[in-house]
């Protein structure tokens, strides 16, 4: 008997606040990490439409200063793929809707 009263005392000496809670899932964390897979698909997808309608607007712009020199067609080409979604709407709009063709 004399041997369980002296485990008493190393018992209640144990500090139970170091040791850390067990770590368990919840549903927020769980939703957490939905949302933040659903925002980096959202952010994938915009950088991929926008680099497609970059190409578009480069491309569109090169051809139709075809026959200006070198470094207009290299500033209008960074301005348009900079600005891109506004340049295909003029382009649609000024080029293919009213009929002003490129003058290749």
């Known amino acids: 008997m004399d041997n369980t009263n002296t485990q008493i005392p190393e018992i ?3 500090k139970t606040g170091s040791v850390p809670p067990p770590e368990v899932t919840t549903q927020q964390q769980v ?27 480069g491309s ?3 051809k139709c200063n075809s026959k200006e020199n070198l470094v207009l067609k290299v500033v209008f080409t960074i301005l348009a793929v900079m600005f891109s979604e506004i340049y295909i709407l ?3 709009i000024y080029r293919v809707y009213m009929g002003n063709k490129c003058p290749v």
Do not use: G, M, P, R
């Open 31 to 57: 939703t957490k990490s939905e949302k933040d897979n659903w925002h980096w698909f959202q952010v994938y997808t915009a950088c991929i439409i926008k680099l497609i309608l970059s190409i578009i607007a």
């Open 12 to 14: 209640s000496k144990i």
């Open 90 to 92: 003029y382009y649609a």
């Open 60 to 62: 569109l712009v090169w």
